[in-house]
């Protein structure tokens, strides 16, 4: 996904702005996968412009710092951290400054065992004050993760697999991965629909479960042996891989788990 950022971005470098990188905040989040605080880090730091940088890291840094009990990924406790990021933006030297805090939040403010009695700036710090340091910052209450379900199928022919490009946007999309039977598709009618067969057999199923950042995703599979396969011309989506060959292939991490063991 980074890739393909990349790639798109310097697209946009070489046909909007003439391949010269931009160097506003506003220009830099219009790239593709540069957000407010990644702007904010480079033009701070390659353009020595003053942009607050606020990641992750650096939230844990205020938060601690400022008393912040509340868990910095809401709304309001969010606009709250980006009013402090901009309020302690120095007049000069902002580059200087910003690197300090990424090393700050790196060597000192560590998420667990930080090294408040090595830090420059711990008699400010109300959580060090406070002896709130191990509880800043706050958690995210977490939620039950949706449940997403997929039918795949492994086509299987003399020691070939039938995979399937995925071209659709998505968490997947430019990889390979197995032939997705959607809604009004069975195995019967989708191995007679795109491959012109009727006859198979069934060496195995089962369901794989996999963990994204949002959902759970159950992966139900069908193993299918087929033979005889027909002159019909599959769609260019699809193709057969030698079993050889799934190791080096841009497969998702849960497919690729899921046809190493067969």
Known sequence: RRAKFIMQSATILVKKYNATFPMTVDELKS????GKSTAGAIC???FKKPAPIL?????????????????????RIDK???DLAEQNLPDKEVSIYTQALMDMEATLCKPKVPLCLKC??????????????????????????PIRVMHVLILENKN??????KISPGVWQGLWSLPEIKKGFNEVNWVQHF??????KTLNEGTISAIFSHYKLNLIFKHLS???LSDKQIKDTLKWFEKTQLSDASLPAPIKRLLINI
């Open 31 to 34: 790239l593709p996968g540069i």
């Open 44 to 46: 701070a730091l390659a």
């Open 55 to 75: 990641d992750a890291n650096v939230k844990r840094v205020f938060c601690r710092f400022y008393g912040i009990k509340e868990w910095s990924g809401e709304t």
């Open 80 to 82: 709250k951290l980006w």
């Open 120 to 145: 420059p700036i711990n008699k400010k710090c109300i959580s060090y004050e406070n002896n709130w340091v191990n509880e800043i910052p706050a958690k995210k209450i977490k939620k039950p993760k």
């Open 160 to 165: 070939q697999i039938l995979l399937e490009k």
């Open 195 to 200: 491959l012109g067969i009727s006859s198979f």
């Open 226 to 228: 087929v033979n005889d």
